[in-house]
């Protein structure tokens, strides 16, 4: 239910510069002000609101004070949940801001779920679910293409276009019943109306298309380093990283010893599997290990095949390429540091697979590396204009995917000369998946699932 009011530690745990307790309802700031006293100035009640107060929080049971903060009230609409929000800005220690919130909770807040600010935001109509899921793509950005991605659809880009192409629909089964309801006076459908229809099915094939994309940028490029042992596909692993260190620390989750590694690459985020570190492993059942690097090799996006220069091309090295031939593929001529300009056959091997030279060792040839993924990535998947919607989540996928299932019954039954009320079901149908992404059609247990996923005070 809405009329509680909910409060949560909306900064991560652990020592910070300041931690923040946000509480949001229709008591947020009476709760507040039991707690918070400013310095000077009005009460805390009568603040104005997006003003920041500086004061103390004092226990009312004990008199003793608890933290200095700066407490802010926003007033209803205008804050993220559309309700009465207080933010309490504590010292970032993790004992002030638990004990603040402990405060709140016990005068009268209620523990929030997770995500649901963002579900109350969404169920109070700031937010489409489409915006509320990109809340949590710009917090899980992992590079600065996903995260325009993300700002983009937060914006409400995909809404948007989305909302284009519901009221195209709209219009036409306006059109329809209007000639159902009213035969004599209306007469016929025009034609013009079935045009609208194919436009609508364009626009849904366009954003469509801008799936493959949109996963990457969302998932990350599964990349597979594979090649024969003590090529340097470890090195390569530790080189790329070495660079990206910066990055990659802040990325929650990766841990050094673990086999699979994000970091970005020519500006994407990629996940690198290191294969022979899966076959390392699993020493005593090197069976497994080959299982699992065809495994990974068969989920890769893009497969780094890694060769050795010094050695030069050996039958190993061919019976591997034969392996992955077909994937999606870069050769990788690895140790260059110990050949020089030497002619290494690397151009014969590679044929027609984009290739580059590096040095694990010495760091050459990665810019080239990420430039070549940067190329394979982009490459082909100039259907989106810059700032364009995309789609960047599955459920954003399948719900279209059934709307043009939808709205191509509904053409082909139209050209067949199919009366208008059939039509028309598909074309409900059609809207209903429109709305599965917008949340206007969005069940309970979908709004569970999707908010699920955020962490407590989000
Ligand atoms: P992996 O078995 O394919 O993972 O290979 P490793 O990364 O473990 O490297 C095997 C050996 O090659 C190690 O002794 C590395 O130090 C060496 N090595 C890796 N990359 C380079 C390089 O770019 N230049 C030189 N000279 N040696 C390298
Ligand atoms: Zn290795």
């Given at each position: 239910m809405l009329a509680d009011t909910i409060a949560a530690v909306a900064t991560p745990p652990g020592e910070g510069g300041i931690g923040i307790v946000r509480l949001s309802g229709s008591e947020a700031v009476a709760i507040a002000s039991k707690i918070f006293q400013p310095r000077r100035g009005p009460d805390f009640a009568a603040s104005r609101s997006h003003t920041l107060r500086l004061g103390v929080i004092v226990d009312p049971a004990t008199g003793e004070t608890v933290d200095e903060v700066l407490a802010c009230i926003m007033r209803a609409p205008r804050s993220y949940t559309a309700e009465d929000v207080v933010e309490i800005n504590c010292h970032g220690g993790p004992l002030a801001v638990a004990r603040v919130l402990q405060l709140a909770l016990r005068h009268g807040a209620r523990l929030a779920e997770p995500g649901e600010f963002t579900r109350r935001a969404f169920l109070n109509g700031r937010l489409d679910l489409a915006q509320a899921e990109a809340v949590l793509d710009v917090i899980r950005a992992r590079s600065s293409q996903g995260l325009a991605a993300a700002v983009g659809q937060l914006q409400g880009k995909l809404s948007q276009k989305i909302t284009e192409i519901n009221d195209l629909l709209t219009g036409v089964l306006a059109a329809i019943e209007a000639s159902l309801d009213f035969p004599e006076e209306v007469g016929e459908v025009s034609a013009g109306e079935l045009d609208k229809l194919r436009q609508a099915r364009e626009e849904v094939k366009k954003l469509l298309a801008t799936w493959e994309e949109g996963r990457l940028l969302n998932e990350g490029l599964k990349i597979a380093i594979v090649g024969r042992p003590n090529v340097g596909k470890s090195s390569l692993l530790n080189a790329l990283l070495r660079q990206e260190r910066a990055i990659v620390s802040q990325i929650p989750g990766t841990t050094r010893d673990t086999i699979e590694e994000t970091l970005l690459l020519g500006g994407f985020a990629c996940r690198l599997i290191d294969t022979a570190g899966l076959r390392e492993t699993a020493d005593t059942l090197e069976s497994i290990g080959v299982a699992r690097t065809r495994q990974a090799v068969k989920e890769a996006d893009l497969?780094?095949?890694?060769?050795?220069?010094?050695?030069?091309?050996?039958?190993?090295?061919?019976?591997?390429?034969?392996?992955?031939?077909?994937?999606?593929?870069?050769?990788?001529?690895?140790?260059?540091?110990?050949?020089?300009?030497?002619?290494?056959?690397?151009?014969?091997?590679?044929?027609?697979?984009?290739?580059?030279?590096?040095?694990?060792?010495?760091?050459?040839?990665?810019?080239?590396?990420?430039?070549?993924?940067?190329?394979?990535?982009?490459?082909?998947?100039?259907?989106?204009?810059?700032?364009?919607?995309?789609?960047?989540?599955?459920?954003?996928?399948?719900?279209?995917?059934?709307?043009?299932?939808?709205?191509?019954?509904?053409?082909?039954?139209?050209?067949?000369?199919?009366?208008?009320?059939?039509?028309?079901?598909?074309?409900?149908?059609?809207?209903?998946?429109?709305?599965?992404?917008?949340?206007?059609?969005?069940?309970?247990?979908?709004?569970?699932?999707?908010?699920?996923?955020?962490?407590?005070?989000?």
């Open positions: 497969v780094l095949m890694v060769v050795d220069l010094s050695t030069g091309i050996l039958p190993e090295d061919e019976r591997i390429l034969e392996e992955v031939a077909g994937k999606t593929l870069i050769v990788v001529g690895n140790k260059v540091d110990l050949v020089g300009e030497k002619k290494t056959g690397l151009a014969a091997f590679a044929g027609l697979y984009p290739r580059v030279a590096i040095s694990a060792r010495e760091g050459r040839g990665l810019d080239e590396l990420a430039q070549r993924v940067k190329e394979i990535v982009l490459g082909g998947k100039a259907v989106r204009r810059r700032g364009d919607p995309l789609l960047t989540r599955a459920r954003h996928r399948d719900a279209l995917e059934k709307c043009l299932e939808h709205l191509n019954a509904a053409i082909a039954a139209w050209e067949e000369g199919i009366p208008g009320d059939l039509i028309a079901i598909d074309l409900w149908a059609a809207r209903d998946f429109l709305g599965e992404i917008t949340g206007a059609t969005a069940r309970e247990d979908l709004l569970d699932r999707i908010f699920s996923d955020f962490c407590i005070g989000k």
